[in-house]
């Protein structure tokens, strides 16, 4: 990776000159197939330190939509499945209710539901009913048990609530016709005990307009290491190739589901639907920055996530004219300035450049990389408009 990014400096040199402000990590996969279409991993690290802390913001959506998926098929109960209506009640302080879904073809808030809005737009309502579905110990002790030891969840997104409240998640009911009850969870308070971690970064933060000039504590923050979410994804893409542990229990048709909404652009989906203003590469940070439109022969598997100034994406890149496919997981710190919560973050020139120039370096690469056997991808070759 030192070697493939020094031939780029125009792209690269004036940030990894100074790394320790970028903190730039990078997981780049290769894949090659044998003579039955089983895929081989070749990993490539830049600056790989799983103890360097960096706030993963929306990439922790990909764990909870897959957890989510698999926690109902634990229950297993009939006429439970994830297009089930599940009806979200407020039990304790800081929490919201769910009754309905105007976004649905029927107006019910479902798993389905939120997961499609997950992976089209990165919705954080949508994140906060799964985590509350699913609770704290689930979520943490499940990753954990799967080889996930760093993983913390431990908050929902984009509303600020005390720990208790984070720790207390929302009464659920699953109903079938007729408002028949499938499944009802009560309030469920967490006893889970955190990790102890010392995660102070930058000099300074805003609290009620007020700057504060001591580095802003994260120690309570949610947690996933690079590694993890690129493992994570993996197991998701070729379930068949990671080891037992590491597989989430799902369906074929979850899968094909995930695939269609992991890589499906937002102007083409009907509910939910989006206007213009999301463009086709929406979301879609490696290879495109998150602008324009993708080529016809390309589609991105991911799960991008910014915050604080940490930007994040997780993808798997096909292009099915020219059978290219690989991993490529990526981070970089864009606050310059050190100061949380001031809106000041270098996402536009410098984040987003970043990810959008390494991933057609790669691509690049891998369009002439030589290959033994090519890949048959029609596993990933979806009819959108179906």
Not at 6 to 18: R, V
Not at 340 to 367: C, R
Request: hydrophobic fraction near 35%; charge should be negative; aromatic fraction near 16%.
């Amino acid at each position: 990776m030192d070697s493939l990014l020094g031939q780029y400096p125009e792209y690269f040199d004036s940030l990894l000159q100074n790394n320790s402000k970028w903190q730039i990590k990078i997981i780049y996969t290769q894949i090659d197939r044998d003579a039955a279409n089983r895929p081989v991993f070749t990993p490539h690290l830049f600056n790989f330190n799983p103890h360097q802390y960096f706030y993963p913001a929306s990439t922790v959506k990909l764990p909870v939509s897959l957890l989510s998926l698999q926690r109902i098929n634990e229950l297993n109960l009939p006429g439970l499945d994830k297009y089930t209506p599940m009806v979200t009640d407020a039990g304790y302080s800081g929490q919201t209710a769910a009754y309905n879904d105007p976004s649905a073809s029927d107006g019910s808030p479902s798993i389905a539901q939120y997961i499609r809005k997950i992976f089209l737009v990165s919705d954080n309502h949508a994140f906060n009913k799964l985590y509350e579905f699913l609770g704290q110990e689930y979520i943490n002790n499940t990753l954990h048990r799967m080889g996930y030891d760093s993983a913390q969840v431990i908050h929902r997104l984009d509303i600020s609530l005390t720990e208790e409240e984070n720790r207390h998640t929302n009464p659920v009911t699953f109903y079938g016709s007729g408002n028949r009850i499938i499944f009802q969870q009560p309030l469920v308070n967490s006893s889970l005990v955190y990790q102890n971690r010392k995660n102070f970064l930058g000099q300074g933060y805003y609290k009620n307009g007020e700057l504060v000039n001591e580095p802003f504590n994260f120690s309570m923050k949610n947690r996933m290491l690079l590694s993890d979410l690129n493992s994570i994804l993996i197991s998701v893409i070729f379930p068949e190739a990671v080891p037992q542990q590491q597989r989430f229990l799902l369906k074929k048709n979850d899968y094909d589901f995930l695939y269609r909404y992991m890589s499906m652009k937002p102007g083409e989906s009907f509910f939910p639907s989006y206007d213009s203003s999301y463009n086709g590469a929406y979301s879609k940070l490696i290879l495109y920055g998150g602008q324009g439109d993708l080529s016809p022969n390309i589609r991105i598997f991911n799960k991008e996530g910014d915050a604080y100034g940490f930007l994040t994406d997780i993808a798997y890149v096909v292009d099915f004219k020219n059978k290219v496919e690989f991993f490529l997981s990526a981070n970089i710190y864009c606050n310059s300035d050190g100061i949380f919560n001031d809106d000041q973050y270098d996402y536009e020139n410098t984040g987003f450049p970043f990810l959008k120039n390494l991933g057609q370096v790669i691509y690049q690469l891998e369009l002439n990389r030589k290959k033994k056997y090519l890949p048959d991808l029609s596993k990933f070759n979806i009819d959108y408009q179906k």
